[in-house]
């Protein structure tokens, strides 16, 4: 599936920016990060207000459309997909927080990058008169580099006896410390750097309570009440990141081209295992791209109970784990030509890998939740 009709003009604005990110994607891993020239083409696009919502004159598209614009564009750049997609994942997140800090970030600039790092435990809130006091160090903050503000996960305690809050919290540029550690193997140029934050005081309004993330009303739902501004986040916190995976996938099968082979006279695609392998590539992606188109409109249609967002966990996870089997299948039949570093197909085999690294696409960890609610036993996600 492609983009609807519902959001073509934009769709169509993307499609024609592949063969440029493609151009970009060397400059993208040498820089770490993404290119100035491909941030102005996305906002020109308006490409990062997707799911923004409308009031503020976002396209505030379904949930689904995070897949298939992420997919989309991992065809030519897996790091500029990522960041693209955390970018635009944050507008929609935004749109979930008190309309106080919407008004706050937007009013300034409706075009406002926000980067983020979702590891609650790196982060301790001390709450404080009108708000928080935070300090932490969290690693793997993607597109920090030109983003004006970050959301950054924490725990909070209000006492010492009690269990600590999951909270995530919005800090200004001028709030934290950028350290360069971003030296990957692989989205090399997501420049996914550390942050450091010390003692910071963070109004109340500029926080968001997981507790009010798990489905149904949000904080923002007063100014944004569509469905997409209620769907539980953390139990889809796969999918916004699932679609880079799919996507390079896909263009390793759209742009193989059989050549007649180097060493032999045998043509490539007259090898009956050159056959198999591209079935298998497809029936893999296909079956990544149908579980995650399925489970993200399912999931705006009402709020799912516990199961069922331990299986979207469960099954977003696979989505990633069929991606890059697929991938491996495609990396196998481009050869020794695929070994190139500077070739697209070397590119995208380590960036297919380094995406299955994220914890969200743990099957062993997501396999464990759904087992355990499936059990009857009590679940160890506290974000769902």
Same mark, same amino acid.
């Given at each position: 599936?492609?983009?609807?009709?519902?959001? $073509?003009?934009?769709?169509?604005?993307?499609?024609?920016? @592949?063969?440029?990110? #493609?151009?970009?994607?060397?400059?993208?891993?040498? @820089?770490?990060?993404?290119?100035?020239?491909?941030?102005?083409? =996305?906002?020109?696009?308006?490409? =990062?207000?997707?799911?923004?919502? $409308?009031?503020?004159?976002?396209?505030?598209?379904? =949930?689904?459309?995070?897949?298939?614009?992420?997919?989309?564009?991992?065809?030519?750049?897996?790091?500029?997909?990522?960041?693209?997609?955390?970018?635009?994942?944050?507008?929609? /997140?935004?749109? /979930?927080?008190?309309?106080?800090?919407?008004?706050?970030?937007?009013?300034?600039?409706?075009?406002?990058?926000?980067?983020?790092?979702?590891? =609650?435990?790196?982060?301790?809130?001390? $709450?404080?008169? *009108?708000?928080?006091?935070?300090?932490?160090?969290?690693?793997?903050?993607?597109?920090?580099?030109?983003?004006?503000?970050?959301?950054?996960?924490?725990?909070? #305690?209000?006492?010492?006896?009690?269990?600590?809050?999951?909270?995530?919290?919005?800090?200004?540029?001028?709030?934290?410390?950028?350290?360069?550690?971003?030296?990957?193997?692989?989205?090399?140029?997501?420049?996914?750097?550390?942050?450091?934050?010390?003692?910071?005081?963070?109004?109340?309004? #500029?926080?968001?309570?997981?507790?009010?993330?798990?489905? *149904?009303?949000?904080?923002?739902?007063?100014?944004?009440?569509?469905?997409?501004?209620?769907?539980?986040?953390?139990?889809?916190?796969?999918?916004?990141?699932?679609?880079?995976?799919?996507?390079?996938?896909?263009? %390793?099968?759209?742009?193989?081209?059989?050549?007649?082979?180097?060493?032999?006279?045998?043509?490539?695609?007259?090898?009956?295992?050159?056959?198999?392998?591209?079935?298998?590539?497809?029936?893999?992606?296909?079956?990544?791209?149908?579980?995650?188109?399925?489970?993200?409109?399912?999931?705006?249609?009402?709020?799912?109970? @516990?199961?069922?967002?331990?299986?979207?966990?469960?099954?977003?996870?696979?989505?990633?784990?069929?991606?890059?089997?697929?991938?491996?299948? /495609?990396? *196998?039949?481009?050869?020794?030509?695929? %070994?190139?570093?500077?070739?697209?197909?070397?590119?995208?085999?380590?960036?297919?890998?380094?995406? $299955?690294?994220?914890?969200?696409?743990?099957?062993?960890?997501?396999?464990?939740?759904?087992?355990?609610?499936?059990?009857?036993?009590?679940?160890?996600?506290?974000? %769902?």
């Amino acid at each position: 599936m492609t983009g609807t009709s519902r959001y $073509k003009g934009i769709w169509e604005k993307a499609e024609a920016l @592949l063969p440029v990110l #493609r151009e970009r994607a060397p400059k993208c891993e040498e @820089l770490r990060r993404i290119p100035d020239e491909t941030l102005r083409d =996305f906002h020109d696009a308006k490409l =990062f207000r997707i799911q923004q919502p $409308k009031r503020v004159g976002g396209a505030e598209l379904e =949930f689904v459309a995070i897949v298939h614009f992420g997919a989309l564009l991992a065809r030519a750049c897996a790091s500029t997909s990522w960041n693209f997609i955390n970018f635009a994942a944050h507008h929609h /997140m935004l749109g /979930m927080f008190p309309p106080k800090a919407q008004d706050e970030i937007w009013s300034r600039s409706p075009d406002a990058l926000i980067a983020s790092s979702f590891v =609650f435990p790196a982060g301790k809130a001390q $709450k404080v008169k *009108g708000g928080y006091v935070i300090s932490g160090r969290w690693p793997f903050s993607s597109g920090v580099d030109p983003s004006e503000w970050n959301m950054l996960a924490g725990l909070s #305690r209000l006492d010492d006896n009690a269990p600590p809050e999951q909270r995530v919290f919005l800090l200004e540029r001028s709030q934290y410390k950028v350290i360069d550690t971003w030296f990957a193997g692989g989205l090399r140029g997501t420049g996914s750097k550390d942050v450091e934050v010390k003692e910071q005081f963070v109004p109340e309004h #500029r926080t968001l309570a997981v507790a009010d993330t798990k489905g *149904g009303p949000t904080p923002g739902s007063a100014v944004n009440p569509s469905p997409l501004y209620q769907i539980p986040v953390f139990a889809l916190f796969p999918y916004m990141l699932s679609g880079v995976a799919l996507g390079i996938a896909e263009g %390793l099968i759209a742009d193989f081209s059989p050549k007649t082979g180097k060493m032999t006279a045998t043509r490539i695609a007259e090898i009956q295992s050159t056959q198999i392998r591209l079935g298998e590539a497809t029936a893999y992606a296909r079956a990544s791209r149908v579980i995650q188109e399925t489970n993200c409109m399912e999931a705006e249609k009402a709020v799912p109970d @516990l199961l069922t967002k331990a299986r979207y966990r469960l099954e977003g996870a696979y989505a990633v784990e069929w991606a890059v089997r697929a991938v491996d299948a /495609m990396f *196998g039949l481009y050869g020794a030509s695929g %070994l190139y570093e500077s070739g697209h197909a070397a590119r995208a085999f380590r960036d297919a890998h380094a995406v $299955k690294q994220h914890f969200s696409f743990n099957t062993d960890i997501a396999g464990t939740t759904y087992g355990r609610v499936a059990l009857g036993l009590p679940s160890d996600n506290p974000t %769902l």
